[in-house]
């Protein structure tokens, strides 16, 4: 139900941005998240958006990362800017709750599938 896109081959000082697409007979999605896992490190937390567009970053993402929804198209989007190889990693969107029509309860903690960002001169 979530499709993310976006990543690529970036020089460093560079920007991408990625997006990440929810699909289905959606209702609402709740809090979105976006993380990313380098080679060989645990997953990593960057930023959250509430559906509110209220927002909160890690140290690693504030100031360079802008995590921003569309609520009514349904998509989730991450504004990577002065990217560094340290930020090479596979990128994850995450949705804490997705609501559909005619449900009574929510697909919890929904994950997409992950885009490969590289930086690299």
């Known amino acids: 139900q979530l499709q993310a896109s976006g990543g690529g081959l970036v020089q460093p000082g560079g920007s991408l941005m990625l997006s990440c697409a929810a699909s289905g007979n959606i209702y609402t999605i709740n809090a979105m998240s976006w993380f990313r896992q380098a080679p060989g490190r645990q997953r990593e937390f960057l930023a959250r958006t509430t559906s509110l567009h209220d927002t909160n970053y890690a140290p690693s993402a504030q100031g360079r990362f802008t995590i921003s929804r569309d609520n009514t198209k349904k998509i989730l989007f991450l504004q990577m800017d002065d990217l560094t190889p340290e930020d090479t990693a596979v990128y994850y969107c995450?949705?804490?709750?997705?609501?559909?029509?005619?449900?009574?309860?929510?697909?919890?903690?929904?994950w997409g599938q992950g885009t490969l960002v590289t930086v690299s001169s």
């Open positions: 995450n949705a804490d709750e997705i609501w559909t029509y005619g449900s009574y309860s929510p697909f919890a903690d929904v």
